[in-house]
């Protein structure tokens, strides 16, 4: 059993947790919170717990302790069989019976591991009943709680803060640990994972500061938004690439606001993200300027991308265009920054960025990962909870100092225990029944070591442990399913079908009755739509056609195998035309192959003068070759130069083809709009 502490009755009336300072009011605030303040405030609460906190019994803890230590035993066996096979496999030739057998030992220590952490598992259960049917006293719970804030941002942080802080920043942040009122602050944010790095002096200071920017205070999307942005900036995150600049807290708060009141955001972001979900998308290393470009880029060039299966929704773009190159074509004269990495291609170091880059621009929280020689991202989805893109799976995955699986099973249990009825409610449930074993933790001296770095119990720290196993208890771990797709074909860009999720009506803003039709306005300009081709007319696999936020459709022309033909079936009358092209791309390759336009009479097509080359067509007609420079729009729709062509005089109908060069280089993505031909005389 957990022994319970004294009962309420049996208490003395609840001390202060902190050190009364009425008296000296007219002191300077930066000398009245030395160290040594917060130092007698700390060893004062400790005391006072020490008779209070839960404790576990000897008798059941003694036989999970064994059970902790038999499953870092079976880990240890498991590290040595693994190293003897990897040593065989490195003796030219192979011997293969030896390998055989070294393969059966790794398999058989596997599963003795993974028997060894069920056992683990079971044996904890009497102590987490007995937690579980524990009730801690309220002014325990709370005392254990403001002795954790201390410990995380420990005496000389929070004195340091005090110094550097004005008078009222000081006051306030004291303020935050002792005074009743400000508690359920204070616990807000504890339970949403704390003031990065503990800057608990910080986090206040910008909570505060970003009042004022609220356009709705009220709004409870803007209220998480706010509190994410204080404890996740708190600690000042340096912009990517850009040596000295950090990311300013105030201008990502008003980003993100402004993002989300324009429906910019995936609908997600206000209706299913708490504090803690929303840390993981303010935290973007991207300067805000580069996240709204992402997000109109997205819409310009892949907005199909916008309307996958929700594992691949936005970070689909690392797939289909950030190819995989250890020569990346990056500027060298500048920063690199998102556009480039899209552009130019890199290992698997880029496009993780860029992964993570694009989900948290729509709002979609990213983790981390990194893998045993790979860089990876994992990702909120509504359906498999977090998981890896870009790489394997959350057993071979970590960030910072926490293993995958922990940070897995961490999530789900949060989502689990989560208030159902407002996000803007503190998890209690969390706190209560898995954050208070680590304020024990933490208060008997433990380290989290094995269990965060490797997610398995450690017999030197058994709360920790404990915890860890309520984890699992509340929310049994996901089956671990490889991104294969990505480790086995990560030189392959082929994008695969997804099934598609309902439109995001608040996103895709179409107009319906958009025409499609090939016209001819008064003055002779001619409009091609791009998407009204007579062949394809439906997605291969290096043509789509795909809804446009520009209203009706536009088309894909993947690489140098995409070609598309139209009919004019009433072609315009015979002589020079102007042709543009409304078209958008995101490679700025050194070598820019053009698009080539050919344009055929048909049989009773005159000869097409000399503004074009003058093929032979396979049957003996003749046809023109045009080659359209493409810009570099940088993933904003923007016209072509314009080219002089020729359209063929009495003809019944005209054809027109495009294609692209691939003799002059890579043939990468490009969209196409709307072909667009004036009449030459029209312009003298």
């Known amino acids: 059993m957990i022994d319970p502490p004294a009962s309420a009755e049996e208490e003395e009336a609840p001390a202060r947790c902190y050190k009364d300072n009425d008296d000296s009011s007219g002191e300077d605030e930066k000398k009245k919170y030395p160290e040594e303040f917060f130092q007698q405030w700390l060893d004062k609460n400790k005391k006072e717990l020490t008779d209070k906190v839960p404790t576990m019994d000897p008798s059941r803890a003694k036989f999970f302790q064994a059970a902790c230590q038999h499953v ?23 011997d ?57 941002a420990t005496p000389k942080g ?35 994972g704390g003031a990065k790095n503990g800057k608990y002096g910080a986090a206040l200071e910008l909570y505060n500061a970003l009042e004022p920017h609220m356009i ?21 995150i340096g912009a990517f690439h850009l040596d000295g600049i950090y990311i300013d807290p105030i201008h990502r708060y008003c980003h993100y606001q402004d993002a989300w009141r324009f429906g910019a955001l995936d609908p997600v972001f206000g209706t299913v993200f708490g504090v803690w979900e929303m840390r993981m998308i303010v935290d973007s290393l991207a300067p805000d300027d580069q996240l709204a470009w992402c997000r109109e880029m997205m819409r310009n060039y892949r907005p199909d991308h916008m309307l996958l299966a ?8 690392v797939r289909s265009d950030v190819f995989y190159t250890g020569r990346p074509n990056w500027d060298p004269n500048r920063p690199l920054d998102f556009p480039q990495i899209l552009s130019g291609g890199g290992e698997c170091g880029p496009r993780a960025w860029m992964g993570r880059f694009a989900c948290k621009a729509f709002g979609i929280p990213t983790w981390g990962v990194k893998e045993p020689g790979h860089a990876a991202m994992s990702r909120w989805t509504a359906d498999e909870g977090w998981v890896v893109c870009l790489g394997a799976a959350m057993k071979v995955a970590w960030w910072d100092s926490e293993h995958g699986l922990h940070f897995q099973v961490d999530a789900a249990a949060r989502k689990v225990l989560a208030p159902k009825d407002d996000l803007g409610k503190p998890n209690v449930a969390y706190g209560v029944k898995i954050l208070a074993m680590e304020w024990i933790a933490h208060l008997n001296g433990e380290s989290p070591g094995q269990v965060v770095r490797n997610c398995m119990p450690d017999p030197k720290a058994l709360w920790f442990s404990l915890s860890l196993m309520q984890r699992k208890r509340i929310a049994p771990p996901p089956s671990e399913l490889d991104d294969d797709d990505d480790i086995v074909t990560i030189h392959n860009n082929n994008t695969k079908s997804q099934p598609p999720i309902p439109q995001l009506e608040r996103l895709l803003l179409r107009n319906q009755t958009i025409t499609e039709d090939i016209v001819t306005l008064g003055n002779g300009t001619v409009i091609i739509p791009a998407a009204n081709t007579s062949d394809p007319t439906k997605n291969t696999g290096n043509v789509l056609f795909m809804d446009s936020f520009l209203g009706g459709k536009q ?8 070609h598309v033909e139209y009919t004019l079936t009433s072609p315009p009358p015979g002589g020079k035309y102007q042709l543009t092209c409304h078209c958008v791309n995101v490679h700025d390759d050194k070598v820019k192959p053009p698009l080539l336009v050919t344009i055929d009479g048909g049989e009773d097509g005159d000869d097409r003068g000399d503004d074009g080359v003058i093929l032979p067509h396979a049957d003996d007609k003749l046809c023109s070759v045009y080659s359209v420079a493409l810009p570099y729009t940088k993933g904003m ?15 019944s109908t005209c054809k027109i083809a495009l294609s692209r060069d691939g003799s002059t280089g890579t043939a990468r993505g490009l969209v196409l709009k709307e072909l667009k031909l004036v009449p030459l005389k029209k312009l003298e």
């Not at 929700?310 to 773009?317: A, F, L, S």
């Not at 729709?637 to 003809?651: D, H, I, K, L, M």
Request: glycine share 2%.
């Open 158 to 192: 929070l004195a340091q803060y005090c110094a550097s802080a004005t008078d009222d920043q000081a006051k306030a942040l004291v303020q935050l640990l002792q005074d009743p009122r400000q508690y359920p602050l204070l616990e807000t944010m504890v339970l949403a």
């Open 310 to 317: 929700d594992k691949w929704r936005y970070c689909r773009i």
């Open 555 to 562: 088309l894909f022309i993947k690489d140098k195998d995409g």
């Open 216 to 236: 709705h205070p009220k709004d409870p999307v803007l209220q998480r938004l706010r509190l994410a942005v204080a404890l996740e900036l708190a600690e000042p």
């Open 72 to 94: 870092q035993d079976c880990q240890t066996d498991l590290a040595t069989a693994t190293k003897k096979r990897d040593e065989i496999q490195k003796h030219k030739p192979v």
């Open 96 to 152: 293969k019976d030896a390998l055989e057998k070294a393969n059966q030992a790794v398999d058989a220590a596997a599963k003795a591991l993974a028997q060894s952490k069920d056992d683990a598992l079971k044996q904890s259960i009497p102590l987490l009943d007995a937690w579980d049917s524990h009730t801690m006293a309220d002014d325990t719970h709370k005392l254990l709680l403001v002795t954790d804030v201390l410990l995380q």
């Open 637 to 651: 729709w923007q016209e072509t130069a314009p080219v002089v062509v020729e359209v063929p005089t009495g003809v």
